[in-house]
């Protein structure tokens, strides 16, 4: 199955992070093999994880200078909504269990409250 350099690039993060189901594992790995410019950024994102996870600075001058300029920009804004969405869930997820635990404090309270 072909895919387009751009749902390639998207499908990167779940690949590198081995949470891809098989077939996209093998659909990514194909066109990684097919296409140099995705294989670059893909060499180009690991390093940066690698550099995250090391405290080492992300960015740089020279950062991919051989790929065109929308996919070095489509890849860092993605990364960035990447982030931001992921932050947004764990807020929401926060909220809900704190919502959650304040209607259980009230029922017992009010349960028992109602008992008397």
Same mark, same amino acid.
């Given at each position: *199955?072909?895919?387009?350099?751009? /749902?390639? *690039?998207? /499908? &990167?993060?779940? #690949?590198?992070?081995? &949470?891809?189901?098989?077939?996209?594992?093998?659909? &990514?790995? !194909?066109? /990684?093999?097919?296409?140099?410019?995705?294989? +670059?950024?893909?060499?180009?994102?690991?390093?940066? %994880?690698? $550099?995250?996870?090391? $405290?080492?600075?992300? @960015? +740089?001058?020279? @950062?991919?200078?051989?790929?065109?300029?929308? %996919?070095?920009?489509?890849?860092? !804004?993605? /990364?960035?909504?990447? %982030?931001? *969405?992921?932050?947004?869930?764990?807020?929401?997820?926060?909220?809900? &269990? @704190?919502?959650?635990?304040?209607?259980?404090?009230?029922?017992?309270?009010? #349960?028992?409250?109602?008992?008397?």
């Amino acid at each position: *199955m072909k895919i387009t350099c751009n /749902l390639a *690039m998207d /499908l &990167v993060d779940v #690949y590198t992070n081995c &949470v891809a189901s098989d077939e996209t594992v093998n659909i &990514v790995k !194909e066109h /990684l093999r097919e296409c140099p410019a995705c294989r +670059k950024y893909y060499s180009e994102y690991k390093k940066e %994880l690698s $550099d995250i996870k090391n $405290d080492k600075p992300v @960015f +740089k001058a020279e @950062f991919s200078p051989n790929l065109p300029e929308e %996919l070095l920009t489509g890849g860092i !804004e993605r /990364l960035a909504k990447r %982030l931001r *969405m992921r932050r947004i869930a764990r807020n929401i997820t926060n909220a809900a &269990v @704190f919502v959650s635990a304040v209607a259980l404090i009230l029922k017992e309270f009010l #349960y028992k409250k109602n008992q008397n």
